[in-house]
């Protein structure tokens, strides 16, 4: 996950104004889809190491939280997810990491996106404000047209959560909409089926995932890409292996809290 706490006050400052601007402007006679979530809620804290082949180079956190805010009296769920290099690694590549998403506790969507990144040097700063009732996007320098029911790269993850797998074929493809960079792209993962998987926390039933392939990706194939989530209500991610061109990037998770149903774990 991406981020970092600088300049935090004047973002919370400026996300102020942000919802206000929402609430304002919209038509209280939408109608916003409704998704059925038992997967995860408030209180939900899940912990990830990240190994750069052998090595142990960092970790990520990802957090569900209650919030005050709502956009027009609808409730919200404030989502962060963060990643930070742990010091010997930052002599090589250090990461700093932080993402914000204010999610629509019924329809899973977004409403406000924060993204503050620093990697290796390169620093991103990104405050993306959703106009769901009128299918836009304002990145800070225009509005984009988006499709209905639009993701951001953080509520994505929490979305895909609440799509039911039970009856899934192998090689189905389950796609969303997602804002990355200022783009629209279509986000697709294909199911691969049922394993057992074994990390240092134990050994869990899972359901295996790959990317559907796009051009220009960094993936050439799927199997540079694997996802395993726990085959359970909760649909955790449980391990992430991807090749990069110099060696490769695995992230399994270290410790959960706050789940809403037990985990499959063997």
């Known amino acids: 996950m991406k981020s970092l706490f600088i300049l935090f006050l004047s973002t919370c400052f400026i996300n102020a104004f942000g919802f206000e601007g929402v609430a304002l402007r919209q038509n209280q006679k939408t109608t916003f889809r409704k998704v059925k979530n038992e997967s995860f809620k408030a209180g939900e804290k899940l912990t990830y190491k990240v190994h750069y082949g052998m090595i142990d180079a960092g ?4 957090e569900v939280k209650k919030t005050e805010k709502k956009i027009n009296g609808r409730e919200l769920l404030h989502v962060v997810g963060k990643g930070k290099s742990i010091s010997a690694f930052d002599l090589f590549f250090k990461v700093r990491d932080r993402y914000e998403s204010y999610l629509d506790q019924d329809g899973m969507f977004p409403w406000i996106f924060i993204r503050r990144v620093y990697e290796g040097g390169i620093e991103i700063k990104q405050d993306y404000t959703f106009y769901q009732h009128k299918n836009k996007v304002a990145t800070g320098k225009d509005k984009m047209d988006v499709p209905a029911n639009v ?97 490769s990037i695995k992230m399994e998770l270290s410790d959960y809290e706050g789940l809403i149903a037990p985990i499959a774990k063997i």
């Open 151 to 247: 993701q951001d790269m953080l509520s994505a993850f929490y979305y895909a959560r609440t799509i039911d797998f039970s009856n899934a074929k192998i090689d189905q493809v389950f796609e969303m909409s997602c804002v990355v960079d200022g783009e629209t792209w279509p986000l697709k993962i294909k199911y691969k089926g049922e394993e057992e998987v074994k990390i240092r926390k134990g050994k869990f039933k899972c359901l295996k995932f790959a990317p559907v392939l796009q051009e220009g990706r960094i993936w050439k194939n799927e199997e540079d890409l694997s996802v395993w989530i726990t085959n359970d209500k909760n649909k955790i991610p449980l391990l992430a292996k991807t090749k990069i061109l110099v060696g």
């Open 59 to 62: 970790y990520a956190t990802l």
